[in-house]
């Protein structure tokens, strides 16, 4: 009997290994964001493998793969803030608020300026009630939204306080207008989207999103999915980034 199961107390915490660690993911459009994770521990055949923030089935960009003590930083990461670039379509409302949603209504945005557009946007800034859209993974008595949405129902949804801390106009082609967007977790770009659309009266939605950085972490330095898999275990591990790098997230958790 070794002394620490005479004495009844628990183990020695695991050392860390090369396969504890932190990868960055350029995100495909068309898989959610555990179906990457799910790739990734299939194809290495790790044990523990998650993600520090979901991305949308159709959105792009940085995903942030957590793997065996990395999954201790879960928390951390989903509650860091996030950048992202985007592309508002007018004239089109959806019931999910984005481009994959079933069309409710069509209107004229060919009277839309681009100063009518910024102000809608600068309404947007600072500490906001959001409040989640049907089509969305958040529960309300056990039952995800998405799941009431599917049988037509629309349930009374509890509004959450985000912060936006930017978000900036870059192009405008109607129907479409580009934006960068710099905000807390949990916010819906595609809801802020779709609610532009309600006050200018031509209704419109989420045509693409793209995730450039999560906390401090940056796209530039994502690998694309497809180019992930490719590689070999070892190599793998030479693209992650050490837990020990992330101190200062595991302090905040």
């Known amino acids: 009997m070794t002394p620490n199961a005479r004495s009844g107390n628990p183990p020695p915490p695991r050392a860390l290994d090369p396969y504890d660690g932190i990868l960055l993911v350029d995100k495909p459009g068309g898989p959610t964001s555990h179906d990457v994770v799910d790739i990734i521990r299939r194809q290495f055949r790790l044990r523990k493998v998650g993600h520090g923030g979901t991305l949308d089935p159709q959105a792009t960009g940085l995903l942030v793969i957590l793997i065996g003590k990395g999954t201790k930083l879960s928390n951390a990461f989903m509650g860091s803030d996030k950048i992202y670039e985007g592309t508002l379509r007018l004239g089109i409302a959806t019931d999910s608020q984005d481009a994959q949603g079933k069309i409710l209504k069509e209107g004229d945005y060919s009277a839309v300026t681009r100063e009518q557009v910024e102000a809608e946007m600068k309404k947007f800034t600072g500490d906001i009630l959001q409040t ?121 958790d």
């Open 132 to 252: 989640p859209p049907m089509v969305s993974a958040v529960k309300v008595d056990g039952v995800p939204l998405y799941k009431h949405a599917r049988k037509g129902h629309t349930v009374e949804r509890e509004a959450k306080l985000i912060h936006i801390y930017e978000f900036t106009l870059l192009t405008f082609t109607p129907p479409q207008a580009t934006f960068v967007l710099r905000c807390t977790k949990g916010t819906y770009v595609r809801t802020l989207c779709a609610d532009i659309g309600e006050h200018l009266g031509c209704g419109a939605h989420l045509e693409q999103l793209r995730r450039t950085q999560s906390g401090e972490l940056k796209i530039a330095d994502a690998m694309p999915l497809d180019q992930v898999v490719k590689l070999t275990l070892e190599e793998l591990c030479g693209k992650m980034i050490p837990v020990s790098r992330f101190s200062s997230y595991a302090a905040r």
